[in-house]
T-cell receptor, first 116, second 117 residues
Framework: EADIYQTPRYLVIGTGKKITLECSQT?????MYWYQQDPGMELHLIHY???????EKGDLSSESTVSRIRTEHFPLTLESARPSHTSQYLC???????????????FGEGSRLTVL | AQTVTQSQPEMSVQEAETVTLSCTYD???????LFWYKQPPSRQMILVIR??????QNATENRFSVNFQKAAKSFSLKISDSQLGDTAMYFC??????????????FGTGTRLTIIP
C-alpha cells in the first residue's frame, strides 16, 4: 500500500460552498499531481507540482487552485463549487530525486465530490 | 501531443483463462515510458507493469506481461491464469522520460475487465 492519503473520501455539498480536498504523502516524494476522473472515464491532469512553492496547471482547465507549502501536502481548493465540479479527484505523487525517476505514480484512494 | 487509445471499453473472461488488453499510442519521440495501471473498484490505482521504449525485451511481472511493438506503437497487456482479484479498470499510460521537461502521464480511456468465477 502506498503512503498517500486523501480526505475526505466522499463529500456532498451545495452549490456555492468552498471546499478543500486534502492530500498528504509520507514518502518524501517531490512531485505531486491532481487528476480528475469522471465515472468509468480516463484521468485528466488538472494540477501538478515539482516541489515546494511550485504549482502548474495541467492539461485540463480547472477552476480549482492548489498550493504546495510543504513537501508532503498538496491541497486542492474550490472557492465556489458548482454541479459541473462533480467528479472524482485523484491525488498522486512520484519520486524523481537522485535520478531515480521510474515514472511510477503512487495514487491516493480518491475524493468523490458531489455538488448539488 | 501524445495520445493513448484503448479500443476495448469492457472485457470479461473466465477465471484461470488468459486475456489480452489492447493499447495503441501516438508519439513522435523515440524514447518514452509506457505503463499499465490497475484501478480496482473503490481502491487505489496501482502500477501493474512498466516498459521503457529503448528496451526491446518485453516487460514481465509474474502473471502480467506486455507485447511492446514500437514500430506499430502498440502496447498490449496479457494477463495469464486470471484471478478474481484481477477484476478492475486497466489504464494504459504514456510518459516522456525524466528531464525531458514534460514528464506527465497521458492516460487512455481504460478497459473494464471482469473475471468471471
Amino acid at each position: 500500500e502506498a503512503d498517500i492519503y486523501q480526505t475526505p473520501r466522499y463529500l456532498v455539498i451545495g452549490t456555492g460552498k468552498k471546499i478543500t480536498l486534502e492530500c498528504s504523502q509520507t514518502m518524501g516524494h517531490d512531485k505531486m499531481y491532481w487528476y480528475q476522473q469522471d465515472p468509468g472515464m480516463e484521468l485528466h491532469l488538472i494540477h501538478y507540482s515539482y516541489g515546494v512553492n511550485s504549482t502548474e496547471k495541467g492539461d485540463l482547465s480547472s477552476e480549482s487552485t492548489v498550493s504546495r507549502i510543504r513537501t508532503e501536502h498538496f491541497p486542492l481548493t474550490l472557492e465556489s463549487a458548482r454541479p459541473s465540479h462533480t467528479s472524482q479527484y485523484l491525488c498522486a505523487s512520484s519520486d524523481t530525486s537522485g535520478g531515480a525517476d521510474t515514472g511510477e505514480l503512487f495514487f491516493g484512494e480518491g475524493s468523490r465530490l458531489t455538488v448539488l | 501531443a501524445q495520445t493513448v487509445t484503448q479500443s476495448q471499453p469492457e472485457m470479461s473472461v473466465q477465471e484461470a483463462e488468459t486475456v489480452t488488453l489492447s493499447c495503441t499510442y501516438d508519439t513522435s519521440e523515440n524514447n518514452y515510458y509506457l505503463f499499465w495501471y490497475k484501478q480496482p473498484p473503490s481502491r487505489q490505482m496501482i502500477l501493474v507493469i512498466r516498459q521503457e521504449a529503448y528496451k526491446q525485451q518485453n516487460a514481465t511481472e509474474n502473471r502480467f506481461s506486455v507485447n511492446f511493438q514500437k514500430a506499430a506503437k502498440s502496447f498490449s497487456l496479457k494477463i495469464s491464469d486470471s484471478q478474481l482479484g484481477d477484476t478492475a479498470m486497466y489504464f494504459c499510460a504514456f510518459m516522456n522520460p525524466p528531464n525531458f521537461g514534460n514528464e506527465k502521464l497521458t492516460f487512455g480511456t481504460g478497459t473494464r475487465l471482469t473475471i468471471i468465477p
